[in-house]
């Protein structure tokens, strides 16, 4: 059964950073891929980062160039490095994985919602100005 757990949300002021943690339970390396999620009150949930069974990135254009996301296989662990935070970017973060395929690629953009079929519960990141 698979089951993906996140942790390292919080609180941070405007230009902060925060690490977010995925751990995954249930997949054996190489046969998924994962990606990150947010939703902010009122609206759509978005793609912010993706990654591909054999480790390509993919970023929303909002966040290029301030997140990271990275793997450890080892500990079959996903994160989300986030720099140089703003108040827009506030909202629940979730990291959501499926079986590897060719529906994990989408064109060098996030893949949207639908392709994951797990998800985890979710965790708050609130940025102030």
């Known amino acids: 059964q698979v089951q993906l757990v996140e942790s390292g949300g919080g609180s941070v002021q405007s230009g902060g950073s925060l690490r977010l943690s995925c751990a995954v339970y249930?997949?054996?390396?190489?046969?998924?891929?994962m990606a990150w999620f947010r939703q902010a009150p009122g609206k759509e949930r978005e793609g912010v980062a993706a990654?591909?069974?054999?480790?390509?990135?993919t970023y929303a254009d909002s966040v290029k160039g301030r997140f990271a996301i990275s793997q450890d296989n080892a500990k079959n662990t996903l994160y989300l490095q986030m720099n140089s935070l703003n108040p827009e970017d506030t909202a629940t973060y979730y990291c959501a994985g499926t079986y590897a395929g060719i529906w994990c690629r989408s064109g060098g953009l996030v893949p949207g919602a639908s392709v994951y079929s797990h998800w985890g519960q979710g965790t708050q990141v609130t940025v102030s100005s």
């Open positions: 990654i591909d069974s054999d480790g390509t990135t």
């Open positions: 249930g997949y054996t390396y190489n046969e998924y891929c």
